[in-house]
Structures are given as structure tokens and as C-alpha cells.
């Protein structure tokens, strides 16, 4: 169960940066689209935005899996409180 929460923060953790560079990545697209058209530059950047976008999609629905895991790995409530009828 520790390694199952451990993979999860971390699938997180992923997460949080993985839209912080999506986001500063579009915010340069923004800026200079025009300028990497003219290096014919715009399609390996756009290439780039897909992937991490795509990344982003996977990190969360992994996200939600491991969340579904973690709560079928919790022990009743019988069994955390020791008792047995």
C-alpha cells in the first residue's frame, strides 16, 4: 500500500509540473508563433505541445487508477479497528 501512495504522489508531482510546462510552453507559442513559422520551427514546437499534452492526459487518468486502487487496498473498517465479531 506505502509503494502504491508513493507512485501516486509522484504521478501527482508529475502532473503539477507537466501543466506548469504546458503552460509556459504555449505562453512562448504565443509569442513568437509567427517568428518560428518563418524558421520553420512552428511544427517540431506544435509536435512538442501534442506530446506533452498527451502526457498530461495520461499522467491523470493513471492518476485516477491508482486512486481507485489505493481505496480497495484500505482495510475495512472491522479490520483497522482490530475487532471481530
Not at 9 to 18: D, V
Amino acid at each position: 500500500m506505502d509503494q502504491v501512495n508513493a507512485a501516486l504522489n509522484q504521478l501527482k508531482e508529475m502532473r503539477h509540473y507537466a501543466k506548469n510546462y504546458v503552460e509556459q510552453l504555449t505562453a512562448q507559442w504565443l509569442l513568437f508563433d509567427g517568428e518560428l513559422k518563418k524558421l520553420k520551427q512552428a511544427e517540431n514546437i506544435e509536435e512538442l505541445m501534442t506530446r506533452q499534452g498527451e502526457l498530461y492526459d495520461a499522467l491523470e487518468k493513471e492518476i485516477a487508477e491508482l486512486e481507485v486502487v489505493v481505496v480497495a487496498l484500505q482495510p475495512a473498517p472491522e479490520e483497522a479497528a482490530g475487532t471481530t465479531h
